[in-house]
């Protein structure tokens, strides 16, 4: 009984029941707060900031928005500054079709270099975006003329480790993942993985890449070891299948990038633990450096919830506390202990 | 045929009978009792003794001790009398009733005694089943405690930590607002270090020497940031997909199969004409006749292409592509008659009128307005322009060339 104990144990900590069907919610740094964002039956936008207080949350600021379906259906890309919700920071038309992921680096002491948004969308093109610059992409990665487009279901930015290098890697619904060198504007690397990708993160935005987690259809997720890269094979990975439907969403731990969580289409949530390997290269046949995949491990899992879970954030400010959203229209706020003695 | 033991003693007294039967070298594992109210078996293969009892006796109260070669019985009468003898002579139907109902006496006993043993078992597992059952609860039980004191610590340390950030805002608004007012600054505050690295676990509130201007100095210098990138476009390829839906692992057999039976529908469907001998294999496939001719109309080898698109069409004249791009080829080697028919041609495959199949509609409309504009028949063209661009309204060139016919209609006219 003892070493049931000692694992880490989800704890359900808070449930609120909304309105709307929930896409998204995060965390704001250095608060007790997150947003909430998501669209009414009757398709209006939503997005709703709620406070931890006392046990319970209360809804802090609303705004609902014009159009329809803040995530999904977007067809303008809004930056908004939370204490004014209503009024956007940054609106652009970015994409024909529905932008399905969004991701930003380079403000609010998040790696270094210029502020930068990439949004992936329907119509297979991924766009860099900077706050300062109005109405055109900074990157633009589409497909040639004539090529038949696949949707783009994540986009992730990387290797923002000093003011130059940058790398956006986006997953597609064909399974193919592209990982673009914003340094050299080239594709550096890509693959594919049989299944659809829901979801890609590195580990750390802001450090040399070290580990690429990608999540697709069929309970599948693949870790990538990105720190040694084969001119044929690339980078080396090892694949779990857990879940038995869709993983939604990754996301690592702030406090410690060997554990992260994975959400899943029935409505459960595993904790995992990577474990190097003891030699992360090794000589290939060639005599060329290649990477080594370590294992992964399964802390904990438990089931909130028979919707899938879409979507997934843990704060920056306290270890183990998280939020998670899901398709029941409701939003959880879980506490995950011994995190620090895994 | 059991050999009947008739040298066995007997004893009495006012109640009790001793009988002693000598076991004749058998063990006495294998000595079988059978004992009733009025008779007394004894089997110990290959010998018998029964006795049909002068008395009733009390068979509960009796006793047999089987050893040393002997078996002793110690009956019990029910009636204190002497017997004359130890066995009645009774005839032999009665013998033979009176065994039955030995026989039957003791399998009941046994019955019951399975009865009772299998009760007692069911009530032991029941009991088992009970207490397990105790243990786990008191087990859960405790789990549960130890999640929400978990709970309960966490909301405890959050709101505290939510109680310190707030007042570390609150002073920092105070500062801003002395510093504004000129007020000396340089008097030690309570003050956190910098808000990000506020954890609960590390919740200690320092008196930190830091004055406030150095606090704030460090907010208010604005970050060099460095320029946007310059603009860049990155080409992409994907990894070919003939279905708009995602890549799924398991579906990847169903649609391989589907692919396959498309192919095949396509395929030659009569394979004993003559002259398809010659052909090559990858030759009989109109798919790849098609490609053949496409890539020859684009090279501007134009009979060749048509030579292709006659063989394909040989092969399958449902393709409405293959008629389609004939007529096209029809049309710029000026046979325009011929472009006329293929174009019609391919216009009756393209029906039902769809949005699928809209785009072919609208080659072969404009291919045929061509032809007939090539003729002088004007209204004819002027017709299939008009109905391409319904399919197409926003095309520009279209609605130019449109124009044009009706104007050179209504000059000639």
Known sequence: MSSTLEKPQII???QKSLNYTV??????????????????????????????????LQLVKEAVAACSDVRSEMEA????????????????????????SIDGVGGLGIGDGAPEIVTGSRDGTVKVWDSRQKDTPV???EPVEGETKRDCWTVAFGHAFNDQDRCVCAGYDNGDIKL??????????????KNGVCSVEFDRKDINMNKLVATSLEGKFHVFDMRTQHPTKGFASVSEKAHKSTVWQVRHLPQNRDIFMTAGGAGNLHLWKYEYPAQRTKKGADDVDMGVAGSVNLLQNVTLSTQPISSLDWSPDKQGLCVCSSFDQSVRVLIVTKLNTV | MPLIVRDHTWTQNQNTVYISVPLKGVKTANVHVICTDEYLKVSFPPFLFEVFLFGPINEEKSEAKIGNGVAVFTLQKRRDELWEQLFTNIDKDKQKQIREQAILKVQEKEAEKSKAKAARI??????????????????????QKMKNEECARATAEMDFWRETQRKTAEENENQQKLRGTGILDNQPVCQKTECANATPAVTVLHNTGNTTSGQISKKQKPKDLPAPRSAGCIKINFTPRVFP???RESRIPEEEEWL???AEARRAVDTDLAELDDLKEEERNPDWLKEKGDKLFMAGNYQAAVNAYNLAIKLNRKIPALFSNRAACHLKLRNLHKAIEDSSQALELLTPAVAANAPGRLKAHVRRGTAFCELELYVEGLTDYQAALRIDPHNEALRADTDKIREIIQGTT
């Open chain 1, 12 to 14: 359900a900590h808070i």
């Open chain 1, 23 to 56: 896409f998204d919610s995060r965390w704001i740094p250095c608060s007790a707060k997150f947003v909430c964002m998501g669209n009414f039956a009757r398709g209006t936008g939503v997005m709703q900031i709620y406070e931890i207080q006392h046990g319970e």
């Open chain 1, 77 to 100: 890309l809004l930056c908004r500054n939370l204490e004014v919700p209503e009024c956007p920071v940054y609106s652009v038309k970015a994409h024909k079709e529905i932008i399905n």
């Open chain 1, 139 to 141: 990157v633009n990665m």
């Open chain 1, 180 to 193: 673009f060198d914003l340094r050299n504007m080239s594709l550096r690397w890509e693959t594919n993985i």
């Open chain 2, 122 to 143: 069911q009530q032991e597992k029941k009991y088992a089943l009970e207490t397990m059952m105790k243990l786990e609860n008191e087990e859960r039980d405790r789990i």
């Open chain 2, 245 to 247: 839906t995602a890549l």
């Open chain 2, 260 to 262: 396959k039976k498309q």
